[in-house]
């Protein structure tokens, strides 16, 4: 037996603490589980092996097996793929699209609905061009279609969504170019629909269809009183800036039975925003915009489509709550929920079964890409061992303040912690006024974050805690820094704020023993995250384990395939993260396919308009001078250009 735990004065509860503390049970694997809460957001695509590590479910064959992560990401680095790395799975991605067709397809032969599904994907929830043939690929079979923002985003769609059944949804705002785009798409026999979205928009498209000589089909974008929650409300309701109003909608109608071209108009769009966490508002503005499609049709419009747009969530935090991060409702009720009122709205207006669209982004690819990085190091903050005797001539405040850290107990914790912060303070004017030293100062910080844990350690015991030390473990706690750029690759945890679900992709039969936050490697104070998924709430810091110095640790964020890939920026100019996709063969062999290298720092410096050549001619008769100054050798000069020239060519992250 080792020391005791507890001094011989501990009271009775310290006994009985102790006697826990003794007699529970090592930690396994279902404490690990339940810690990071995998079960819950995994969403059964991601779970834990016996061995301790991440695994992601992937299609052998007919059958599924499950693929450690840990092993995936020594692969790539075998392979020469440094960390970061984004591993994409294409699986995961395939049966997000059958999942959700069919669904529908599930409520729609249960209800009896006379209409129709059709999805479209909205190229702006991830752009790449692996995802969207992927997307055309594997949505075929349900006529899975793509909606499209953007010129650009519509020029991508035509180059690979050819099939004449599905719809390519034209939103956003619409020039000439883009609306002759549209139109051509139409005379080459493909379904693609104008929607328009703001007053005037409707005579511009008009006089190009009649230009082009097209019948267009057309929609209206409009805008709802129904409000939403969540991070994106502004983009649905009264405030949003899309959209049209019921008199802007009846001018719209007006124009086209003027131009005897009602039978243009086929469809009806509203968008309430992203990550709606609350089937309520979702069903409170599918109610409402019923109304305008029954009466839409009542004025005469052809009609047929009534297309939802997005907002169908992903549960990050696993909490199936209203929570932002989560959502209080499964796929397959929403499903349920959007036919059951479309049906019993549109029954009760005598008004035929639509064709149902969403526009659903997010739910299909968010969980089928993990960003994959290793931690560098550590930054312990709490420091608990100080020394047991002070220097007889240090000043008389360190002296206090060792004795404060002695004596502190559940009685006196409130009133130590007053003490201590007086103390650090007073210590620290001393500093800057030139009366203690360095050597004092440091010795005071020690002391003082000695005091801290003790206070924190104090509390976990307590059963009522003081006001002033409720949450004060959260400032104990160590600082991780991880090799990857929050602005890069998680840009949504950076503006909004969104918590995506991270934790260690392997050594879950350890215990992870120390609280921590995650900084990145930019140097800027917000290149940080200290705000982690928690089925209550929010938690201030996630727990870690310690670094081995044999073994690399990884962390993985999950979740991140929706809208994280090019929202980042290049700030500190670290670039694009090395990416590759994962599948099986038959046998169950990993496939490494579609390895994309991260962007060199030449890349990214030519993005801000640097020109490599002329910086390696700027460096090499910088190096040049020296040589003639004498500071370098001539063999010298040689190895360092050698060096500026790797750096160039080299990945933007840490490398070794
Ligand atoms: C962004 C966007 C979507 C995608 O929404 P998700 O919540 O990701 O499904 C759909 N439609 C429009 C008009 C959008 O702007």
Known sequence: MGPPLFSADFSKRGLILKEILETAAPWALEDSRELYGIDHWGSRYFGVSPE??????????????????????????????????????????????????????????????????????????????????????????????????SKAELIAALGYMHDPESYIVCNGYKDEEFIDLALYGNKLGLKVIIVVERPGELELVLSRAEKARVKPSLGLRIKLTAKSEGHWTESGGDKSIFGLTALQITESVDLLRERNMLDCLELLHYHQGSQLPNIRNIRIALTEACRYYAELKREGARMGILDIGGGLAVDYDGSKTNFASSKNYSMEEFCYDVVEIVMSTLDAEGVEHPVIVSESGRSLVAYSSVLVFNVLDINKAAHDEIPEELPESCHSYLKNLRETARSITAKNAQEAFNDAIYYRDELHSLFIHGTISLREKS??????????????????????????????????????????????????????????????????????????????????????????????????????????????????????????????????????????????????????????????????????????????????????????????????????????????????????
């Open 52 to 149: 301790g590590d991440v695994t992601v479910r992937l299609r052998k064959g007919d059958s599924w097996s499950d693929v450690s992560i840990h092993s995936l990401a020594q692969g790539a680095q075998e392979r020469g793929l440094c960390m970061p790395v984004l591993f994409r799975f294409r699986d995961i991605l395939d049966s997000r699209i059958i999942l959700l067709n069919e669904s529908f397809a599930k409520a729609i032969r249960e209800y009896g609905y006379k209409g129709e599904y059709r999805g479209v994907f909205p190229v702006k929830v991830n752009q790449q061009q692996e995802v969207i043939s992927e997307i055309v690929r594997a949505g075929r079979k349900y006529h899975h279609g793509l909606e499209a923002g």
């Open 443 to 656: 010795l005071a910080d020690r002391i003082f974050w000695h005091v801290i844990n003790k206070i924190v350690r104090t509390t976990r015991q307590m059963d009522y805690i003081p006001e002033d030390l409720t949450g004060i473990d959260r400032v104990i706690h160590d600082t991780y820094y991880g090799n990857f750029s929050i602005f890069q690759s998680l840009p949504d945890s950076w503006a909004i704020d969104q918590l995506f679900p991270i934790m260690p992709i392997h050594r879950l039969r350890e215990e992870p023993r120390r609280p921590a936050v995650l900084a990145d490697i930019t140097c800027d104070s917000d290149g940080k995250i200290d705000r982690f998924i928690d089925l209550q709430g929010v938690k201030n810091s996630l727990l870690l384990h310690d670094l081995k110095s044999d073994e690399e640790y990884f962390l993985g964020i999950f979740l991140v395939g929706a809208y994280q890939e090019t929202l980042g920026d290049l700030h500190n100019l670290f670039g694009d993260t090395n990416i590759v996709s994962i599948s099986l063969d038959d046998e169950g062999t990993v496939v490494y396919e579609h390895e994309t290298k991260g962007d060199s720092v030449a890349d990214v410096l030519s993005y801000v308009e640097y020109d490599p050549n002329e910086l390696i001619r700027g460096f090499r008769s910088l190096a040049e001078r020296a040589v003639r100054c004498r500071l370098l050798a001539p063999k010298e000069r040689r190895e360092i250009v050698e060096a500026y020239e790797a750096g160039l060519r080299g990945y933007t992250y840490y490398e070794w």
